[in-house]
């Protein structure tokens, strides 16, 4: 099988680069092997589950099936949690993920009669922000529009604080000791990098790793690819890379997660911002 095939649980994808007529089916017959096997072991595809999405400007849209039954096309799907788009957008995750973060807020809000901080921000922490951070190095927003609504979940949670009365944003989360959710953002964006750079995370490797580089800084700067696009810029490949190069020399010594948070907490990019 040429294309790329991946499995989590009872989940099956096959992908493939399409740029001809030659390559559609190519992938076909990758649908077609696989079928095969599912016959051959008594297994049977519900083709009504089955979907196909295609990315990708000037893509052609081929028309793929399954056991002689055509693959519906969807221009989204739901993937472990996550709504990927075909444009590779992430307007309607970030919706999504509102919507339900603000839904367990207002039954916070509605069953908890307490207003104390001691109360309200441990049943945040754990029951509405991880809708807000599920995965976010993958579907990281980059518009406004997003980034804004995103905050707009803390910025109500923080409110229902009663010490936090009369307080801006910015205010409450000094008070609190907490940090917006953008900070947040690219703070876990520079601790995943470190896992990944450092061997901690065992994934392929995604950067190279500037040599002969005589600027300031440290020894394990990295090489950014260039984008016209938007869209590829804000990818965590691309986006983490000005923030990790401009921390200071001592990052190349230090070998532990836990290290590396103080680190970026107190010299990091991020230190000046809320």
């Given at each position: ?123 945040y922490r754990s029951l509405v922000r991880p809708h807000l ?142």
């Amino acid at each position: 099988m040429g294309g790329k095939i991946s499995f989590f649980a009872d989940d099956c994808k096959i992908m493939r680069v399409v740029n001809d007529d030659g390559d559609s089916k190519k992938l076909q017959n990758d649908l077609d092997k696989l079928y095969g096997w599912a016959d051959d072991w008594d297994m049977s595809f519900n083709v009504a589950k089955c979907h196909v999405v295609h990315f990708g400007y000037g893509n052609g849209c081929a028309e793929y099936s399954v056991g002689g039954e055509v693959i519906g096309m969807l221009d989204s799907v739901k993937d472990l949690g996550i709504t990927v788009c075909n444009d590779f957008k992430f307007s309607t995750h970030c919706s999504n993920m509102v919507k339900k973060a603000n839904r367990m807020l207002g039954y916070i809000k509605s069953s908890i009669s307490s207003r104390r901080k001691n109360v309200i921000l441990p049943l945040y922490r754990s029951l509405v922000r991880p809708h807000l951070e599920y995965a976010v190095q993958f579907w990281s927003p980059h518009f406004r529009n997003d980034i804004s609504c995103i905050e707009k979940v803390q910025r109500r949670a923080t409110r229902m604080i009663e010490a936090m009365k009369g307080k801006t944003y910015e205010e409450r989360l000094e008070s609190l000791n907490m940090f917006s959710l953008e900070k947040r953002r690219r703070r876990e964006d520079l601790i995943e990098a470190f896992k990944i750079i450092k061997g901690i995370d065992n994934v392929r490797k995604l950067w190279d790793v500037k040599t002969n580089d005589r600027t300031r800084g440290h020894e394990l700067k990295l090489v950014k690819t260039r984008s016209r696009l938007l869209l590829r810029q804000s990818f965590f490949t691309l986006r983490t890379v000005n923030d990790w190069n401009s921390l200071d020399n001592e990052v190349s010594t230090i070998d532990s997660i836990g290290g590396f948070k103080r680190f970026i907490d107190t010299k990091g990019p991020l230190v000046n911002l809320v």
